[in-house]
């Protein structure tokens, strides 16, 4: 079952705008993580914040986790043209069996940035 | 540093024809492995992963087989492709943390089209 959901689905801002984009989940978990997505490429980790963490900050990238509504939020300031991704939630639950963490994917956020 | 290669980038295969997708990680050792699927415009669904050679565990029952012949190698594998393995496989890598959780690392992708 899809535990992280993605809002808004889609997104085009112009460019020097900030971008805003939600996850919800279901679960209690360990951290919930962001990547980006460029069309047709692999996922590059954006940012990990942990259960017990409110907030974030990398470079130009704010993540807010609240885990009494199992809600978390990236906010891309001052975007730029080539922020234009996929932009995915991840929700850790703990430990697989043996060992490594179980990553479960939202559906993804669309951003496009235009000039 | 640790990279992540995969191939092929792209595989046209006939439904029926088997398959053969390889996945290798350099610049670490004992790393965690994962193979995942990309249905379009959908989000990652996660079909194996390993914590060592030979230990492989499957998440959802399919029609494609996995194995770790060696540390940083991750091989999934189809004896007979059908229609529904059409998507986009990405290998990813990780360090597990027990205390904190930590992120995935992403190949480059192989896009199955099954005809």
């Known amino acids: 079952s899809q535990q992280g959901e993605e809002d808004p689905q889609a997104l085009s801002i112009q460019e020097g705008e900030n971008a805003t984009m939600n996850c919800s989940y279901k679960?209690?978990?360990?951290?919930l993580q962001w990547y980006r997505q460029n069309s047709g490429r692999g996922l590059v980790h954006l940012i990990l914040i942990r259960s017990n963490e409110r907030e974030k900050h990398s470079g130009r990238l704010r993540v807010t986790l609240d885990t009494s509504k199992k809600s978390s939020s990236l906010l891309i300031t001052a975007s730029r043209a080539a922020d234009t991704a996929s932009y995915f939630c991840?929700?850790?639950?703990?430990?697989?069996?043996?060992?490594?963490?179980?990553?479960?994917f939202g559906t993804g956020t669309q951003l496009k940035v235009e000039l | 540093s640790q990279t992540i290669h995969q191939w092929p980038a792209t595989l046209v295969q006939p439904v029926g024809s088997p398959l053969s997708l390889e996945c290798t990680v350099e610049g670490t050792s004992n790393p965690n492995l994962y193979w995942y699927r990309q249905a379009a415009g959908r989000g990652l669904q996660l079909l194996f992963y390993?914590?060592?050679?030979?230990?492989i565990s499957s998440e959802v029952p399919q029609n494609l087989s996995a194995s770790r012949p060696q540390d940083r190698q991750f091989i999934l594998s189809s004896k007979k492709l059908l229609l529904s393995d059409s998507g986009f496989y990405l290998c990813a890598w990780s360090v597990f943390d027990f205390t904190s959780g930590d992120e995935q690392f992403f190949g480059p992708g192989t896009r199955l089209t099954v005809l």
């Open positions: 679960t209690s978990i360990n951290n």
């Open positions: 390993s914590v060592g050679i030979g230990q």
């Open positions: 991840a929700t850790d639950e703990g430990g697989l069996t043996g060992g490594g963490n179980k990553l479960t």
